[in-house]
């Protein structure tokens, strides 16, 4: 019998300290340590209550492993002001841990092409020097731009999906924009914060995480100083300013503008770019196209505006949702590959906590409900790259 691992697994998941879970399930402290170690096995009514906050079976917390550790936590990209926190890294190195196992345990029913992302990889490994600059960061993010074939900043989420990446939503509270790893398998992850977001500001986050994913990728986060962490999100920056906002057109497109540091004559470039006004703003001005004058009029009529807290269009710009994840899991189950019985017999879990991991619609699994028969694992499809997304 084993309780103690997949406990703290779970808790972790659900981001617990243990004296929380204690208030939670009304037992000590002491008593979720003795249950984690194994000195103490938890009665039948807190083993149900456990099973019911974390929606999982009983096998869940009675056989087996916790998922494997995947993530180096050094290796998640946090933006500045999640960095120090340790308990926050831990629980999202932990979700990784969970999310990463359950995509290896769905893959097994399908056929996918090569990660595309690692060829990526090839094409500007020989542009990043040892020292970055802006000049090779912009060559990066030109490069990237050109194998992606991004026409338009629209289909990035989806481009970068066609790559390989999984990506997928989650709250990261207020601090977090998003974050970035590669696991220990290689598989390529970019978590979304789910709070608030426009469409502009989730382009912003997605090409940004592709930075620091081809720039930084072997970085140790953890080693980093504050001057130096503050360097690499230049460099992040700087490489998403550039994949979304190219020099030369970017700049054909600006320099027609008739008051430039008015933030109301932004307005048809950031229908064409998806991309916000400030981030226009402020790669005008890395690239010599608006004096130190004239930006700083701008941000001051920003502030007068009051679109330093909602830009106009924000709330007209619908953002894209990820859809790889969610085709994937639709496809087992279209094709009757999986069904909910498999997930309570194989994975131990509930169809609530697929749904709650990733985001999906609450009423996602509502038509899987049972009459449907079990089919063979011995059937395999292929899933293309290339699927449609609802």
Do not use: C
């Not at 289909?155 to 939503?169: F, N, P, S, T, W």
């Not at 500001?201 to 997605?206: A, G, P, S, V, Y």
């Not at 269009?313 to 994840?325: A, E, T």
């Amino acid at each position: 019998m084993i309780i103690g691992t997949k406990l703290q697994a779970l808790r972790e998941l659900n981001g617990y300290s243990r004296k929380e879970l204690s208030e939670k399930i009304g037992v000590t402290e002491q008593a979720i340590w003795q249950y984690e170690t194994e000195n103490t096995l938890p009665k039948i009514e807190i083993l149900n209550t456990l099973q019911q906050m974390f929606n999982v079976e009983s096998p869940f917390l009675m056989v087996g492993r916790s998922p494997k550790h995947v993530v180096h936590e050094a290796r998640v990209a946090f933006r500045a002001a999640d960095r120090s926190s340790r308990k926050k890294t831990k629980l999202e190195a932990r979700f990784l841990d969970f999310a990463d196992s359950l995509i290896s345990y769905f893959e097994q029913f399908v056929r996918t092409g090569p990660v595309r992302f690692n060829e990526l990889q090839k094409v500007v490994q020989n542009i990043i020097p040892s020292e970055n600059t802006p000049v090779r960061i912009r060559e990066v993010a030109r490069a990237a731009r050109k194998f992606l074939n991004l026409q338009d900043n629209r289909d990035l989420m989806a481009r970068l999906e066609l790559l390989g990446i999984y990506i997928v939503e989650k709250d990261l509270g207020v601090h977090t924009d998003a974050y970035s790893t590669i696991t220990d398998n290689g598989r390529v992850w970019i978590v979304l914060g789910s709070k608030k977001k426009s469409a502009v500001r989730r382009n912003f986050d997605l090409a940004h995480e592709l930075g620091h994913l081809l720039i930084h990728a072997t970085i140790d986060f953890d080693e980093l100083t504050t001057t130096e962490y503050k360097r690499i999100e230049r460099e992040a920056h700087t490489f998403a300013a550039e994949l979304l906002l190219p020099s030369d057109a970017f700049t054909a497109d600006f320099v027609k503008l008739h008051r430039r540091s008015n933030p109301d004559y932004y307005l048809d470039l950031k229908r064409k770019y998806q991309v916000s006004i400030v981030s226009m703003a402020m790669q005008a001005r890395a690239l010599g196209l608006m004096s130190y004058q004239e930006q700083q009029y701008f941000f001051g009529q920003l502030t007068k505006k009051g679109y330093k807290t909602m830009e106009p269009l924000d709330d007209q710009l619908v953002p894209v949702r990820p859809g790889k994840i969610r085709a994937l899991i639709t496809l087992l189950f279209d094709r009757h590959l999986l069904t909910i019985a498999d997930l309570s017999q194989s994975l131990h879990v509930r169809p609530l906590f697929i749904t709650r991991l990733f985001a999906l619609d609450t009423d996602f699994f509502v038509k899987y409900q049972p009459n449907h028969g079990y089919i063979s694992r011995n059937n395999i499809i292929s899933f293309p790259r290339h699927f449609t997304k609802k």
